[in-house]
């Protein structure tokens, strides 16, 4: 039995049908990629989260050599409740020059291009293997690909490069701020808020780290370093979330903060981990305990997106150079799993068909010269890889 082909815009259908929304199993879509592949002959390795409700699928076109390129994407995109669509989200539909479907610019037309043209990688004859890397919960911090990295990293030959297809209107992209997120709560001591003496306010406590924050904010701003490839130039600092205490007579003896702080590619996030828990320990832990022995200050990690470096001599970068004329390279304001791979020792680049203007809102879409577009650099790829030995 043959099997069955999938032209690139049937398979942006099948792929967006699927509603892979970051919260819900994206193992329907998984399986079909396997089962789509295997007929084609094609293995896939998948690697689960612990729930076992989703997945990552890394699969290889080609030999089985080191010096592979990858072509990478998330299969999780994000909700579409409350917002006003004009057609049914997971149901591809034309209008004009457009595809409109959550996922169609981010990231779901990328993976697709690559999953039609999966036949004619295997007739190309490549001597570089081409790589497919699907991957879980990029959306909600990334959480899916290192499981996908550290498998490929322990049992498979390491790829020369990869190819994150996130929306860059097909330009060549190849640094993005990183993304740190944590959770910060203070321990005090309750008490009648009469007798405040008695007790620890754990508000006030978070109020003395919350400043120390600004003011780190402040410092990163006009004396950090600056990369004008992105705006603003600097390593920002953010508070998002803070909830604390119960009632108003009474101290409060829990507080907690959810913060982030995005790091331009120059600064290692470890440097402003080590400020802020410097301040935590030096500072405003042995005042808390002062009063309440108790008392505690406890940081949880809940998203560590490393940046993405400009790599000199950068193998993707080159590549993307020699297939596309493209000679620029930009910075994006989003992050992508490319610093992932980068930290894998896979040079990584962000390249990739539709803009992230379309991305995260009602009625996404992609413009079909775009697709049509990533058809082209993809046959491009693999003529290269069928000429080209590692
Ligand atoms: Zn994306």
Redesign the pocket.
């Given at each position: 039995m043959s099997a069955r082909r999938y032209s690139p815009m049937e398979m942006i259908e099948t792929l967006v049908g699927f509603p892979t929304v970051s919260a819900d199993s994206n193992l329907n879509l998984i399986g079909f990629v396997r089962d789509y592949l295997a007929d084609l002959g094609v293995e896939s390795r998948l690697t689960y989260d612990e729930s076992k409700r989703k997945a990552n699928l890394f699969a290889t076109v080609g030999p089985d050599h080191p010096g592979g390129v990858v072509l990478s994407g998330?299969t999780d995109v994000v909700p579409v409740a409350g917002q006003p669509w004009e057609s049914d989200p997971f149901t591809l539909t034309r209008r004009g020059d457009k595809i409109y479907g959550r996922g169609t610019s981010?990231?779901k037309s990328f993976i697709a291009v690559a999953l039609a043209l999966v036949p004619e990688f295997q007739k190309a004859g490549l001597r570089r293997p081409i790589h497919l890397a699907l991957s879980y919960d990029?959306e909600v911090g990334c959480f899916g690909v290192p499981h996908m990295l550290r498998d490929i990293a322990a049992n498979l030959p390491l790829p020369a490069m990869a190819i994150i297809g996130?929306p860059t209107s097909m330009q060549l992209a190849n640094r993005h701020k990183g993304d740190l997120v944590f959770r910060t709560r203070f321990t005090g001591r309750d008490g009648h808020s009469s007798a405040p003496q008695r007790g620890l306010n754990a508000i006030f406590s978070a109020a003395e780290f919350l400043t120390f924050l600004s003011r780190l904010a402040a410092e990163l701003r006009d004396e950090g370093p600056q990369d004008e490839s992105f705006d603003p130039p600097y390593t920002t600092v953010n508070v998002g979330q803070i909830d604390g205490g119960t009632a108003f007579n009474i101290v409060a003896r829990r507080c907690e903060i959810i913060w982030e702080f995005r790091p331009i590619p120059s600064v290692a996030p470890e440097t402003v981990i080590a400020r802020v828990q410097g301040f935590v320990d030096s500072e405003l832990l042995p005042r808390m305990r002062q009063a309440a022995e108790e008392a505690d200050v406890e940081t949880t990690t809940l998203v560590a997106l490393p940046p993405l470096m400009p790599e000199p001599d950068s193998p993707a970068e080159a590549l993307i150079h020699a297939l596309t004329g493209v000679n620029e390279a930009i910075g994006v304001a989003f992050g992508t799993e490319a610093g992932h791979f980068q930290q894998t020792g896979i040079p990584a680049v962000v390249f990739g068909p539709g803009s992230i203007q379309q991305?995260h809102k009602p009625n996404e879409f992609i413009e079909i010269a775009q697709v049509e577009a990533c058809v082209g650099f993809m046959r491009k790829l693999a003529a290269w890889a069928a000429a080209s030995t590692p």
């Open positions: 998330h981010d990231m990029e996130e991305a």
